[in-house]
């Protein structure tokens, strides 16, 4: 009965740092990163596709994301889809391959940044205390039942606690390890 119920909130814990992780991959620093472009759907034929589903990105030095479309004809419209999608970055169209210079990245902008990553690590931390209440709530309710005595909900409650714990810490380094990145110039 214990045993699934630290299971599954060690799952609910795992998925929730698992896309806090993918979240915080999408954050623009100074640096190009293919993991940018995620979000970016293109008019492929009339139906939205992501974009790595119709070119290849590469990013060949720090500064620099390529883009080399599958089908040349699809240039336009995957520079239309970049320039659309809101991430500040101004594609550039050789007619064969499409280049995006990362500009430096402002002062104010790294703190903007570094405050919307907080935001981000807060939402992930109070889905974890969500993942912690629905546990406690389970083990009470067992206890209630008598499915469990009381000093196993004792136990229970402080395992859950330290699941919890290692959880939001994991949280805590991977938004510092974002922030430093962003912070440095």
Do not use: C, H, W
Request: no cysteine.
């Amino acid at each position: 009965m214990l045993d699934e119920l630290y299971m599954e909130m060690e799952e609910k814990t795992e998925k929730t740092f698992e896309a806090f992780k993918r979240d915080l991959s999408k954050v623009r620093t100074g640096r190009a990163s293919a993991a940018i472009l995620d979000g970016v759907r293109v008019n492929y034929y009339n139906v939205p596709t992501p974009l790595n589903q119709t070119a290849t990105i590469s990013v060949p030095e720090p500064r620099m994301i390529l883009v080399n479309p599958y089908e040349k004809n699809m240039l336009g419209e995957i520079s239309k889809a970049i320039a659309a999608a809101d991430l500040g970055l101004n594609p550039n169209n050789d007619g064969q391959v499409i280049r995006i210079p990362i500009p430096q990245l402002t002062e104010d902008r790294r703190k903007e940044i570094a405050r919307q990553i907080g935001k981000m690590a807060e939402e992930a931390r109070v889905s974890v205390r969500n993942a912690r209440r629905d546990s406690n709530d389970a083990a009470k309710k067992a206890e209630k039942n008598k499915d469990i005595s009381e000093d196993d909900l004792k136990r229970a409650l402080e395992e859950i606690q330290k699941l919890t714990d290692a959880a939001i810490k994991k949280i805590d380094e991977a938004a510092e390890v974002k922030e430093k990145e962003i912070m440095e110039v």
